[in-house]
């Protein structure tokens, strides 16, 4: 990485128009992303591509951009509320269960001749409903959200279950259906993306620009004192873990009609897929640090060894978990080095500029 | 200096002893001998050193400069495991026990008696704690387990402890300060037999009647130094105080004079259970009030309930006549209340967050606009207070945690100011900063009185509270005692009401 820039606030100023670079020239900013755990995210999408398309001529395809994308879409969903979640330090284990309950609702809505909006927007209200029982339980019981959502987890799977039983429901109309493995227009970008592009603007804009994200980031990084400076903890939260059912919810609307079947076993094990892409996109699992710029990535980039290990005829499928899993270990590994090594330098900056100005003599010192 | 009884080597000896945390003095000349069957008391106002002290003799730290002796031998501790292998216990106010285990287990703690195959033996364990307990002449069943035993109960196993493993040297640090009447009595007997049993006890203790009842000398600390050492005989209550106090006021505090204006925030018989009771006072515009008192007294709490961090059970507070909800922040810093808080690192700043985003942090809503925040503001308003506190620093994007303590002190203030309170809350508002800066807070708090702002200054620091304080409202364990005029107000009386001696100080 680079020698020259690096400011110090580059990983705990999340900005991603990069705040700190103000004022210099674009050299230095270059520098200054180079050094961003977002830069390398970017790197090993690249290098993903060049070995995805020497495994397979089709890997670099419409078709397989088309594939790819669309079955990552719930997960990624599911992944920008989970990202300012985990940044507060909670966390929402239930959202693959709020996903299955919204399917199964979805279903039973459909069987009992609902019709298509309100059976959507009754979905949605559910999980909205999931969301707020999270939060309440973290907010006003005083429990950790760990605790809670394993708990949810168990309780909302077993609910869609309740709903529907075994059955599935394939019959939704064709409209809606179409619209699920749909494209925008003629373009190769998948109606559900396309929502999904639309919802990652929503929160990068909420988490790094807006008075609810500032607050999220304080919270994260040190409860108390957030408390202390007026902001309302608890209400952020279970605002945030309504809003992580909801979005739940709207993956499960979608993958109902993407795949023309709701039932209660769908998305099983995507919260931690979820998890996997906020913590490799450089969301500290303590809270208090991450960008949806970085989770978008760390989407891309886990869709695409997907995409590139499906495609290998000689590559087990098994290996999927296993690149996956050290991935995620890195990532762990990987921000802390950077971090560290911003630290030093920026405590080496300080103590030069403390040596450079002498503290100041009392006198001319009114304010 | 009186150095009688030089005929035997202290157990233990401290020697020109000095200690600094970072730029901060703590301890500057540490001197002070104890030998065996002496009941020595060390006093000082808080701040002077004495927690710096112990933790030296300790072994917790180590020592910058001077010398340690046990029995005339030069030691370095590098533990409290070498201090305690010195035969050095430490018996804290808030013993460590294990509550799951029973009084003989915890006593045996680490040199549990050992049987074939490396098997406790517990009769064994069980018989030697009763018989400690039993020399220190208190009812206690070894059997039994801590949980459920009270504070007094706690300590005594602690000393049993300590005795177990032949400690020659027992400090005990505010060891009454949760005890009752009977319990003190029942602890100056314990301390009496270590006494005959030729061990050294040193007595820390704000209680001077507590002090002069069952000490034989004492050292009297103040700024961080040894500045008296004597028989207790040959010193008064009013002398010693006198010692721990006494030193030039005046040019550091520049208080401007003000014209008090009109009553801005009520408090109404403030009541939380078990932590102070029955707090009524009212801060004016332009008059800066100090809340004194020892550590402990239910000052902090007294102004985190006032801002709503805590819940009150009684009374209410109002400002400019409109009472305030219970328990609300949001609510205090909506009618202009501000709250510097005492521990700067976990209640006041976000170290991780950068100088912009912490000062800015309570004017969120001033700086944005439907709910998106103008980043060009947020620069503006941390700009303009970085430059009007004077804040020495590399860039306004990086860290607090990187600032110096008094710089991170400044930053606390910024936030609050940015909002232009009416009344501001500071508690302990220069602890752990250097002297320059801590006169740079004292003048921008007198400032800031004299343009109008009510200030509650919580201070364990007597020089502050005097130069400072146009008033000084005084607790003790939970209660207001006194409520000086800057006249009143001087180290005697308020020592006495912070000591609970209310009946000479209530002028």
Redesign the interface.
Known sequence: MSRNSL???AD??PAPDG??GAGRGPLARLASAAGRWEFLILLLIIATCVAGQAISPQFLSRASFMTGSLDFTEVALMALPLTLIIITAEIDLSVASVLALSSALMAWLWMHDVPMVPTVLLCLVAGALCGLFNGLLVTKGGLPSLAVTIGTLALFRGLAYVVIGDQSVTDFPTAWTDWGFGMVGTSILPNTIAVFAVLAVIFA?LLH???????I??IG??Q?????????VKRIKLILFVISGVVSALAGVIISLRNSTAAANVGQGFELTAIAAVVLGGVSIFG??GTVGGVVLALFLLAAIQKALSLSESISTAWIQVVTGALLIGSVLGPNLVSRMNEAR??A??RG??QA?P??T?QE??? | MTEDATLTVPILELDHAAKSYGAVRALREGTLALCAGEVRALVGENGAGKSTLVKLLAGVERLDAGVMRVDGEDVDFHSPAAARAAGIAVIYQEPTLFPDLSVAENIAMGRHPLRAGRRIDRGVMRRDAQALLDQLGVRLNASRPVRGLSIADQQIVEIAKALSFEARVLIMDEPTAALSGPEVERLFTVVRALQQRGAAVLFISHRLEEVFSICDTATVMRDGAVVHDARIADMTPDDMVRRMVGRDLGALFPKEDTTVGEPVLVAHRLTRENVFTDISFTLHSGEIVALAGLVGAGRSEVARAVFG?DRLDAGHVEVEGRRLPNGR??A??AAGIG?V?EDRR?????????IT?NV???V??RL?RL???R?GSERRVAAEWAE???L?H??L???VR?LSGGNQQKVVLA?WLARTPKVLMVDEPTRGIDV?TK??VH??LS?LAAEGLAVLMVSSELPEVLGMADRVLVMHEGRLTAELSRDEADEETVMRAATGQTHEAAA
């Open positions: 400011a110090p606030g705990t100023a705040g700190s804009v620009g807006s008075r609810f994200g500032r607050s980031y304080a990084a040190n108390e004192a957030a408390y202390f400076s007026g902001i309302k208090g640090r920026a405590r900056r300080m500029d403390a100005r503290p100041t009392s010192e009114a304010v | 961090i922040p949001a205090a810093m709250l808080p976990q209640q006041g700043l976000v170290m991780d967050l950068s985003r800015t942090l309570t969120l809503r944005s709910g998106l925040m980043r009007r506190l004077q020495r590399h860039t994007d990086g860290p990187f936030k320059g006169a740079e003048r921008l400032r």
